[in-house]
Structure formats: structure tokens, C-alpha cells
T-cell receptor, first 112, second 114 residues
């Protein structure tokens, strides 16, 4: 099983739609979870950290399911500007000193 | 302006040549990282440094070297031993010394082999 696995997409959705991405990770001891956004030919930028209790930031909601080892990202009321690749990021293991592992990303295209 | 800068934006390397990519940050972050991204692929960790004068190999360190003589700077040298260097190179930093912390990225350097 890969350390971090994501559906590559692309997800093509109309403006205003709700879209959800899932990500699975292999190490049950992982402690840190993030979603990053990467625009074409640009650097990744932090979208949100993912907490055990789940968290919401405007139209974006992230959930963590430790038992099943997956993380989700929900985007409501999609905007054209949401078109990007979304990277799921997890740290490797139980120690705070274990580096982050980046998934290959899920590509989202929001269509007018 | 605080941030992470990388230079150059584009770099061309001839066969057998060593090239050095610059990464500077003025965020007073302790840790710095180098990643490589190939088309359609995720980021892969090359090297990271959690403190000045110390660094660790990542998953794909072969053919690369780094130094961390100053907190602000973490240059990456792509040596001639790296046989497939064409990629997008990203430098990142994080506030503390824990490798699991949130990372902030520079704009990247695209390296092309002539």
C-alpha cells in the first residue's frame, strides 16, 4: 500500500457544485495531516490542516477518520478559482521528527 | 516582505555539470526542505535540515548535496551523478524543528538538461 494515495481525477464539476476528495494513508501512527493546493506550474500552498475533530474554513471542510486511515476534503459551492490540484499530506510516523509525505494530488476543474 | 525565495526560476544544465539552486528564507524558520516534482507526480523529499550545520537525507538524496551554514539559506547542488535531473525543484521551510510541521514553499526552480 502506498504511503499516501489519492484518486488522480480529474474531477470536472460545474460551478456551484459540491465535490469531495478522499485520501488514504498507510501508517496508522501518522499524526499530522494537511491539504495543500497547487496551481499549474506553481508551488503548493497550505489549504488547511486536518484535525481529529474535523475542521471547516468557509466552503472547505476536512475530516479525518483514523480507524479507516483516510482523510477527506469537501468543497461546497465550487468556484472557477477552485480549479487546481489538491495534495493530501501526511507525516510518515509516530515521531514528530518524521517528514511529510505528499500524495500525487487530485485535479479539480470547475466549469462555468 | 517575509517569505521564501528561490533562484533562478529556470536553470539549464549541460551533461556532466554540477549546478546549485538557491533557497533563502527570512521567516526565521528553523527547518528547511528540498523536494523534487516530476510531471504528474507527487513531491519527493531530497534533503532536509532542522538546524544549522545539520541535515538528513530524504527519499531520493543520491546525486544531490546540500549545506546549511546559515539559518536563512539551504542551497541544493545537483551533481553530475544525478542522471535524470530534469524536474521542478521546490524548497520549503517550517517554523520549528519538528519535521511534521506545516511547510511553506518557495516559487520553485525548473531545471532542464541540455
Amino acid at each position: 500500500r502506498k504511503e499516501v494515495e489519492q484518486d488522480p481525477g480529474p474531477f470536472n464539476v460545474p460551478e456551484g457544485a459540491t465535490v469531495a476528495f478522499n485520501c488514504t494513508y498507510s501508517n496508522s501512527a501518522s499524526q499530522s495531516f494537511f491539504w495543500y493546493r497547487q496551481d499549474c506550474r506553481k508551488e503548493p500552498k497550505l489549504l488547511m490542516s486536518v484535525y481529529s475533530s474535523g475542521n471547516e474554513d468557509g466552503r472547505f471542510t476536512a475530516q479525518l477518520n483514523r480507524a479507516s486511515q483516510y482523510i477527506s476534503l469537501l468543497i461546497r459551492d465550487s468556484k472557477l478559482s477552485d480549479s487546481a490540484t489538491y495534495l493530501c499530506v501526511v507525516n510518515k510516523g509516530h515521531s514528530g521528527n518524521t517528514p511529510l509525505v505528499f500524495g500525487k494530488g487530485t485535479r479539480l476543474s470547475v466549469i462555468a | 516582505d517575509g517569505g521564501i525565495t528561490q533562484s533562478p526560476k529556470y536553470l539549464f544544465r549541460k551533461e556532466g555539470q554540477n549546478v546549485t539552486l538557491s533557497c533563502e528564507q527570512n521567516l526565521n524558520h528553523d527547518a528547511m526542505y528540498w523536494y523534487r516534482q516530476d510531471p504528474g507526480q507527487g513531491l519527493r523529499l531530497i534533503y532536509y535540515s532542522q538546524i544549522v550545520n545539520d541535515f538528513q537525507k530524504g527519499d531520493i538524496a543520491e546525486g544531490y548535496s546540500v549545506s546549511r551554514e546559515k539559518k536563512e539559506s539551504f542551497p541544493l547542488t545537483v551533481t553530475s551523478a544525478q542522471k535524470n535531473p530534469t524536474a521542478f525543484y521546490l524548497c520549503a521551510s517550517s517554523i520549528g524543528r519538528q519535521a511534521q510541521e506545516t511547510q511553506y514553499f518557495g516559487p520553485g526552480t525548473r531545471l532542464l538538461v541540455l
